[in-house]
């Protein structure tokens, strides 16, 4: 939402132009020259249009709204950080991870310096191994946000995640070897 | 999965036959039909929190099972949708004394295609009605079986859950 598509250039060169506009109505010929190429689609047609002025409030805006942009990185400083803070506003993990999907970590505990907070105590809580439930639980954030931050350290190679043996043929369902030791297994208890 | 109706004892179920205190997780539900404009009016009622009881049983060195009591409330079907993916079946726990609380279960299992097993949750022991009548109230076909059971007690719970299984393995080779 912050930065728009295309960055600043675009909006760089409109500003100028339109400044130079100004200038060229009194020097046009040499208006050109003065910077790169890029900037000659926006100038020309602005500078040899009778309407340029109405173009001004158009994009004064767009450079008001850039200028708070650094605000959200000193505002990390904020004790009080909502859940999704901590995901920078990600609400969605790179990959579906299931709620019962098993999170272990052999990282040698060194590695963990320098990761976020959250991303230390997700790794420290699965030395034992525990599911994404459980890491939520335990470390109370809400289930979303615990995604997000697993699938993280899975792509930083930081923890091993074991996805649900389900049978891709049938939907996701549990095969019958898992059914079959689950059975036996309650059998036992 | 563990369902039914509000107070039913669906973590009670959980704790009687899992190794660990039921945990809690919870999920924040933003709603998404709410404006901007609404945040500054009724800022605290825009998100929702869903609490999920679930617990956990090691049944040999590399396979665990999670038991996750569903949401109660029957607006959050779409959290039961993440739970169904991968589930191996639910027990609807049912109080018979209120009925009409498990309907939004077993329709939802019914549709989903999830084997299910009813369980009549009785309190104190007390089972006021037969599961043949249940099955008849709840026009339950005969493939789907319907047990007592007490949720308080280990035994019980663990029977219940060999008996989905076991209902879950037939649905799997039929």
Not at chain 1, 154 to 176: K, N, R, T, Y
Request: net charge negative; charged share 20%; hydrophobic share 35%.
């Amino acid at each position: 939402m912050a930065t728009p598509p295309g960055g600043h250039h675009p909006y760089d060169g409109a500003h100028q132009s339109q400044g130079e506009n100004a200038q060229n109505r009194f020097n046009f010929p040499s208006a050109p020259s003065g910077q790169g190429g890029m900037q000659q689609p926006y100038q020309q047609p602005q500078s040899g249009h009778p309407y340029v002025q109405p173009q001004a409030p158009r994009i004064q805006p767009v450079q008001q709204r850039r200028r708070p942009e650094p605000a959200p990185t000193s505002g990390n400083h904020n004790p009080l950080v909502r859940p999704y803070a901590m995901t920078g506003g990600r609400t969605r993990p790179r990959y579906q991870l299931a709620i019962e999907a098993l999170v272990s970590t052999t990282a040698d505990p060194a590695r963990l310096q320098g990761q976020l907070p959250e991303h230390q105590r997700i790794c420290r809580l699965c030395f034992e191994i525990k599911s994404v439930a459980e890491i939520s639980a335990l470390l109370s954030i809400p289930l979303g946000v615990a995604r997000i931050l697993v699938a993280d350290l899975a792509e930083a190679g930081l923890v091993a995640i074991h996805q649900p043996g389900g049978d891709e043929s049938a939907g996701g369902q549990p095969d019958v070897t898992l059914l079959e030791r689950v059975l036996s297994g309650l059998r036992k208890l | 999965m563990v369902a039914g109706g509000f107070g039913v004892g669906k973590t009670t179920f959980v704790g009687a036959v899992s190794e660990i205190n039921p945990l809690r997780t919870e999920a924040v539900m933003t709603s998404a039909s709410a404006g901007i404009d609404d945040l500054t009016h009724t800022g605290d009622k825009t998100t929702t929190t869903v609490a999920m009881d679930f617990g956990r049983i090691t049944l040999d060195q590399d396979l665990i099972l999670y038991l996750f009591g569903t949401p109660g409330q029957d607006r959050f079907w779409f959290m039961w949708d993440d739970l169904v993916r991968d589930a191996i079946g639910a027990v609807v726990l049912v109080d018979t004394r209120r009925l009409a609380d498990c309907f939004p279960a077993v329709d939802y299992f019914e549709n989903s295609g999830l084997p299910f097993v009813i369980a009549l949750n009785g309190f104190d022991g007390h089972q006021p009605y037969t599961p043949e009548e249940v099955r008849e109230a709840l026009q339950i076909g005969p493939d789907t079986p319907i047990i007592t059971t007490d949720a308080r007690h280990r035994a019980d719970a663990k029977s219940a859950l060999i008996t989905l299984v076991e209902h879950a393995l037939m649905a799997r080779l039929r």
